[in-house]
DNA sequence: CTCTATTTCTATCAGCTGATAGAAAATAGT
DNA sequence: ACTATTTTCTATCAGCTGATAGAAATAGAG
């Protein structure tokens, strides 16, 4: 994939290059512009049924021109996607060097996750159902979404090694644990606001679920929040 | 929307019209064989993303002659989705009849939804990640969908009334609930051996996670499966 | 054997798709 | 003032898309 131009932060000065036919209302660098209308069309309709054209329009430029921002159609995407997941990665790594016990740790990872699905504007669906990101290019996506979920997998199997929680089969309850969290998908964004109370429900429904001492939770929810 | 030749169960006997250029080795009726080859690619890659050439080809006809079986493209998805929630919706009508209380009636909703999500090959995903059902010949899918929503949603809003739940914000604890039954979409498909004892995890941790007193959750096992 | 109904075929189309080529129009550096 | 660089433009393309028109090839009824 071509090297291309990074989004310089300057913003306000008239642009070096030829002006646009239909000048921006929008002062957004023109590659965030891009990503910016892809984000929102390919989460209401599908990355397949989204043209470039009506990207274009949505970014406020010609069609050609994305191809000066992105070497294809599917870069956009493939830019969108990393974006996604890099909150996430970034949690897990700094989770990593905590040493929490599995139900604190599982608690905070669901509160966390369910989040950032529920507001990161990069996230437009689930990659399950996204089947065009088969592709090579993908693969660093693809290697960044089996770490968040083998994330996930082996809280809930230390959990239960540990005799915390039920004795489950842990690969379909880490499967239907992280079909849970994906519930802001589909539905759209939210604003932190809600998504915060939301995201709470969510890792108690978790927690409650797996606990073999439900009574326990309010001490979890405890450490999960001191810091 | 023109009205379309049904399907003759009529087997084994060579059928009326001119032959095949490339002879069916699958004796299924074309129509059956259409929806069969559209449910597995549009389950893998989309319906955007499926061609009406590919389905002819996994089907063993030419393009064109998909037409004789269906107006359109969209009149194929239209089939596969309304035969995806048939099952729920006659479920639905049944339990309506037995006037259960609200945790037995989760479960059993619970278990049923998740079987039927993970076993019927009609289910090709999400109809909320399917933007293309959008169009006015989908309202009466529409319709069977909020119906199977809403009486999740009601079954939770009893539970929360009766005081067996958690004072659970009703909205949020259907989505999340639903969409953790929805985890087998996405995943292939499964066979009902394997499905049986999953759907009863997802039920269990349901329910777990609502209830006020978990210790009831074998009382309330008894009674759903009581018939 | 002829007529009709049915099913599938071949041939074809207009429209859209992602992408390329190369000119044009601006700024920045000297 | 000139040149280089950057950004966007217009014009264009080959390929694929869903769909239509109409012929061809079968079975069945009389």
Redesign the interface.
Same mark, same amino acid.
């Given at each position: 994939m071509r090297i291309m131009p990074s989004s310089t932060s300057d913003r306000s000065r008239r642009r070096v290059g030829r002006p646009r036919a239909r000048p921006a209302q929008n002062e957004l660098p023109p590659d965030q512009a891009i990503l910016d209308a892809a984000r929102k069309l390919f989460r209401?309709?599908?990355f397949?049924?989204t043209s470039t054209r009506q990207i274009a329009e949505a970014a406020g430029l010609r069609q050609p021109s994305l191809f000066h921002h992105f070497s294809s159609k599917t870069a956009i995407l493939q830019a969108i996607v990393d974006l996604a997941v890099a909150p996430e990665l970034a949690f897990i790594d700094s989770e990593s060097r905590r040493g929490l016990e599995p139900d604190v740790a599982l608690y905070r990872y669901a509160r966390f996750v369910y989040t950032n699905l529920a507001t990161n504007p990069n996230v437009i669906?689930?990659p399950? !159902?996204f089947?065009?990101t088969d592709a090579g290019d993908f693969k660093a996506f693809w290697r960044a979404y089996e770490r968040i979920y083998s994330t996930l997998k082996s809280h809930i199997a230390a959990g239960v090694a540990a005799g915390l929680f039920d004795p489950?089969?842990v690969d379909?309850?880490a499967?239907?644990?992280?079909?849970?969290?994906?519930?802001p998908?589909?539905?759209p964004q939210r604003s932190a606001r809600r998504a915060t109370?939301?995201a709470r !429900?969510?890792a108690?429904?978790?927690l409650?679920?797996?606990l073999k001492e439900?009574r326990r939770l309010p001490g979890i929810q405890a450490a999960a929040d001191a810091d």
């Open positions: 209401s309709r599908g397949a049924a669906g689930s399950l !159902q089947p065009e489950v089969d379909v309850a499967e239907q644990t992280f079909a849970l969290l994906e519930a998908l589909g539905r109370p939301a !429900q969510a108690v429904l978790v409650k679920g797996l439900p």
